[in-house]
């Protein structure tokens, strides 16, 4: 049988997947399940100038221990100088694991920091955390529609990661920022106004989505995740020359 989380879900009622998962990926004994964590450790800036009502990413998986918190601090720190703040969650989530030792040194060595890291823990994709979002940026098709059904609001906000950059590739960094600009001043309106932009150019992208999707790691080869890494680091690359074209006028 897979142990792709993904491949294993869909059989399994959400109380059936939290008890079979309860006891799979283990928090390492060296370290108490909420050791030195606060909610959202890291997501808000702290600084005295820092913005009351950030731009919000949310980034969305499975199990949350691997892709979307690997998404979240490599983001968070592409970001940072921009006062993004940027979280995650998962559809399943394997509440307040850390992320994958393996997730986390590629994290690391792709500019993560430690801090961010080290501080995660997993929790549930709830309403809540929908409803502050800017963004919701998923690491696979079926996680964006587990979110657009939750919130049907998010259709022309939420994408799979991959989706997004293919969409984003057809639209220049001019073109990006001039649909920024024509909503004004407002970070929240130039952003939402980029994202239309993007969602608008389905149809002019090429739209073979079998390649929306980030592989699953989990519990899987250093090759797999060495995948997985390379599947998502060139969409989020997208994701920042977007939201820098959004945000610096």
């Known amino acids: 049988m897979s142990h792709d989380l993904d491949d294993t879900r869909p059989n399994l009622s959400r109380r059936e997947w939290r008890e079979k998962m309860a006891s799979a990926e283990p928090i390492p004994a060296t370290r108490a399940p909420f050791e030195g964590i606060v909610p959202l450790a890291g997501a808000r800036p702290t600084a005295a100038d820092a913005p009351a009502n950030p731009i919000t990413i949310l980034t ?27 979280h995650s969650a998962g559809t399943h989530a394997l509440v307040g694991h850390a ?10 060595r792709l500019g993560a920091t430690a801090a961010d890291a080290s501080a995660h823990a997993a929790r549930y994709l709830v309403e809540p955390l929908l409803t502050e979002s800017d963004l919701v940026i ?6 964006r529609s587990h979110a657009v059904q939750m919130m049907p609001s998010l259709l022309r906000r939420a994408f799979p990661v991959r989706e997004f950059a293919r969409l984003s ?9 001039a649909a920024a600009d024509a909503a004004g001043s407002d970070p ?21 989505q079998s390649n929306d999707d980030v592989i699953d790691p989990y519990r899987r080869s250093a090759e797999v995740y060495q ?11 997208e994701v920042e020359r977007v939201l820098r074209a959004a945000l610096t006028p």
């Not at 995948?227 to 690359?237: C, G, K, R």
Request: hydrophobic fraction near 45%; include cysteine; aromatic fraction near 0%.
């Open 60 to 86: 969305v998986c499975t199990g949350n221990i691997c892709r979307s918190p690997m998404a979240e601090v490599l983001l968070r720190e592409r970001l940072r100088d921009l006062g993004v703040r940027v």
């Open 138 to 143: 998923t690491m696979a098709r079926e996680h």
């Open 188 to 208: 929240h309106a130039r952003v939402q106004a980029v994202l239309r932009a993007v969602a608008d150019q389905r149809g002019k992208a090429p739209a073979d």
């Open 227 to 237: 995948q997985s890494a390379d599947e998502l680091v060139p969409a989020l690359d």
């Open 169 to 177: 590739s057809t639209l220049t960094t001019d073109e990006a920022r």
């Open 99 to 108: 992320m994958t030792a393996q997730a986390q040194e590629l994290a690391l």
